[in-house]
């Protein structure tokens, strides 16, 4: 595993630049919210960095949390997906590679049974075309997880006075430490609202805010956000 890694970040180099579509950015989050939990109770920044050619995305994001006593909940990942548009929508699928470097375990153990410093998810999603433009996600963690967390998303966006919206359910689909389950259950319902906010003629700050509720667990967030 440690081999396929470095041979694919390999590959972004020997590609023809001009093929290529280099991404980058960073959230500042009032709070790092996944899938239903908050990691760390604390405000968060979060970078990404994408290649992409074609439909295949390779990139890495992470969340550093700015209070050191939350540091044991620091993420890092990796990710490589492919998508494949047709007129019924977009069918993706891929696999996301999650390290924590504050757990006390080296990059390079792949340890599985929890033990290992990665946890590996393959997933399926799919977005419809854009007069049903609902977006549907399933991953399954089948490395380093003993109980093979299995997680459903749906979401759907929609807009009201200028404000982008989205609607998302999402479950864990049995029991899981990740998600604090012992059977199927609701893990997340979410209203997320997301505004550019102009500041000046050439730049405008791209805000967001999301409710979110997780069923399961009784517990509710309400999450701020700023991109660049």
Do not use: C
């Not at 440690?2 to 023809?16: E, G, M, N, Y």
């Not at 998508?83 to 375990?105: K, L, M, Q, R």
């Not at 404000?163 to 689909?173: E, N, P, Q, R, W």
């Amino acid at each position: 595993m440690k081999k396929t890694w470095i041979t694919l970040f390999a590959l972004l180099f020997v590609l023809p630049a001009a093929a290529q579509e280099f991404n980058l950015g960073a959230d500042l989050m009032s709070r790092y919210v996944w899938r239903g939990t908050d990691f760390g109770d604390s405000f968060s920044i979060q970078p990404t960095l994408a290649f992409s050619q074609g439909g295949l995305e390779v990139g890495t994001w992470a969340s550093y949390a700015v209070s050191p006593e939350a540091a044991d909940v620091n993420e890092h990942d990796l990710w490589i997906g492919y998508g494949i548009e047709t007129a019924s929508g977009t069918f993706g699928f891929g696999v996301t590679d999650y390290y924590f470097p504050n757990a006390g375990i080296q990059f390079f153990d792949f340890s599985d049974n929890g033990e290992g410093a990665h946890w590996i998810e393959p997933y399926l999603s799919y977005t419809g075309p854009a007069s049903f433009p609902v977006s549907l996600y399933a991953g399954y963690f089948v490395y380093n997880d003993p109980d093979n967390s299995l997680y459903l998303e749906a979401s759907i966006p929609f807009k009201v006075d200028g404000v982008d919206l989205a609607f998302t359910t999402g479950a864990s689909g049995g029991q899981s430490a990740l998600y604090g389950t012992d059977k199927f259950g609701i893990v997340q319902v979410a209203l997320a609202a997301s505004k550019s906010v102009k500041l000046t003629e050439q730049f405008a700050l791209p805000l967001s805010v999301s409710y979110i509720v997780n069923p399961y667990m009784e517990k509710s967030y309400l999450v701020f956000g700023v991109s660049f």
